[in-house]
């Protein structure tokens, strides 16, 4: 099997052609000399870069934190209509919290995100010797790989990391931070701490914020699919916010909410728009878009590939769970985004019509949306509430999400990070956050209704909040810790 872990990629994936935003799969390969001779050949490299960022992030990466933390079950078998995790999403260890080393149902995430890494890496560090383009393009190009690997590195330490606050000066272990390209049998990096982890994060997205332009490195495509400043500000509230770090979160999330030109999607338009696949929401901040083929169609997504309903005979696998549509109260207009659809379903060897929820979030093959201005308004508000020293506002930032449901704003609460919990669950389901705002709060895993699992809840702390290092990586790193537990 290939395994480039932590290995420079002597050939870079590219596409065949610029004309549009991922309009190609990657399906050349060129060697590293030839990659950066132009400026054609750079953009496919950049390309090829956010092309199998797309895959990674819509990928089984999408569905961990909601399937962990119990705002999904599943749909019965269409042809034998049994009700079981289907084999063929392979996801039945990780749902039950024993994955195993030797044979990790997550292996190709961790090793394609490091691919990823790689290629940010070598794009990096050949640009300095491009003479073809400005200098002011290569610090484009620079901060955008610099953004790349920073939230290529925090999507792997959510998974394979205790969070931050495991232990009280997040001294426990971390993820490997590639900072340039490894030469196999030569460089055997090791794994950090938690505290050296977002160090580093920091570090790349203070320096890609310093050297951002006002133009993207690529021409072609929409700016939310990209890393820019905008984009780039978001995670970095996101990420501090998972590091505990109240001040950052709470800075960048209302730059964002008062600088960035974007708007909460009103009341009466919120349902709707997630209906309208052609065109992403009008509050989204970073959107992976669905790759095409040369011809125009979607050839891979979310949608396709996990929660699409076409008819009672032809649906996709995951749906919302009863736990989830519980949260929502009678008149929360978020209700509207599941809609239900009776499905034959054997109980005993009976076959009966049972009720499941899909979401009108991810049907037609829309792209992977990842965050969203109403989560900036939640991290602001999480985050003031944490420091306690604004903890009105915290109310009236979380009063604008709940009010847009049409809830009842709250004039005072006696749990306020509680609210802001349960707020965060209905307004970001489906949206790849809810076990890691559990591990967060230090939280259990509680799953009942349409836990499919022979391990439904699971008290927080445990060695299996996190995911085994893939056997393939400890054996090709001799300097690999695999994580406790496993």
């Known amino acids: 099997m290939k395994k480039i872990l932590y290995i420079a990629s002597f050939l870079l994936i590219t596409s065949t052609s610029c004309s549009d935003f991922l309009t190609q799969e990657p399906t050349e390969q060129r060697s590293i000399e030839q990659q950066f001779s132009n400026k054609e050949n750079m953009e496919q490299a950049i390309n090829g870069m956010y092309y199998g960022l797309e895959a990674v992030v819509s990928g089984k990466y999408f569905l961990y934190a909601d399937l962990v933390g119990g705002n999904f079950t599943f749909t019965p078998d269409e042809n034998d209509h049994v009700l079981e995790v289907p084999p063929a999403l392979n996801l039945m260890k990780v749902y039950e919290f024993r994955d195993e080393e030797p044979d990790s149902e997550y292996d190709s995430f961790f090793e394609n995100i490091y691919d990823i890494i790689n290629q940010a890496n070598l794009i990096i560090e050949h640009i300095l010797v491009m003479d073809f383009i400005s200098n002011e393009e290569k610090n484009q190009v620079k901060a955008e790989c610099l953004a790349v690997r920073a939230f290529s590195h925090y999507l792997v330490s959510l998974l ?183 499905l034959p379903t054997s109980v005993f060897n009976i076959v009966t019509n049972q009720p499941y929820y899909f979401t009108w979030k991810f049907q037609d093959d829309p792209g992977t949306t990842y965050m969203r201005l109403s989560e900036m308004y939640l991290i602001r508000a999480e985050a003031a509430a944490r420091l306690g020293n604004n903890l009105v506002n915290a109310l009236a930032d979380l009063n604008r999400i709940r009010v847009r449901a049409s809830l009842q704003p709250l004039e005072t609460t006696t749990n306020l990070l509680e609210e802001i919990f349960i707020e965060r669950r209905r307004e970001l389901a489906f949206e790849g956050n809810l076990f890691f705002d559990i591990v967060r709060y230090k939280k259990d895993v509680t799953r009942s209704l349409g836990c499919l699992s022979a391990v439904c809840n699971m008290n927080y702390p445990s060695s299996y909040f996190v995911l085994p290092i893939p056997e393939a990586s400890i054996i090709l790193n001799e300097n690999m810790i695999q994580n406790e537990g496993y």
Do not use: C
Not at 266 to 278: A, I, L, M, R, S
């Open 160 to 342: 394979y990391s205790q969070q931050y606050g495991y232990t009280p000066d997040a001294s426990h272990i971390g993820i490997v931070y590639n900072t340039r390209t490894q030469v196999p049998g030569v460089d055997y990096p090791k794994r950090g701490t938690m505290a050296e982890t977002y160090e580093l994060l920091k570090t790349d997205l203070d320096e890609a914020l310093s050297l951002f332009t006002n133009k993207q490195a690529l021409r072609y495509g929409p700016s939310y699919s990209y890393f820019n400043p905008t984009t780039t500000k978001a995670l970095y509230a996101k990420i501090a916010l998972q590091m505990n770090d109240w001040q950052k979160a709470y800075d960048y999330s209302g730059e964002i909410i008062t600088t960035s030109g974007i708007s909460l999607t009103e009341t009466g338009n919120y349902v709707d728009e997630w209906k309208k696949p052609e065109e992403a929401v009008s509050e989204v901040i970073l959107e992976f878009s669905a790759p095409r083929t040369s011809e125009g169609d979607v050839s891979s997504s979310v949608a396709h590939s996990f929660f699409s309903f076409d008819n009672t005979s032809n649906y996709n696998d995951i749906v919302a769970s009863k736990d989830l549509i519980n949260f929502f109260e009678e008149n929360d207009i978020r209700k509207g985004l599941f809609f239900v659809e009776e």
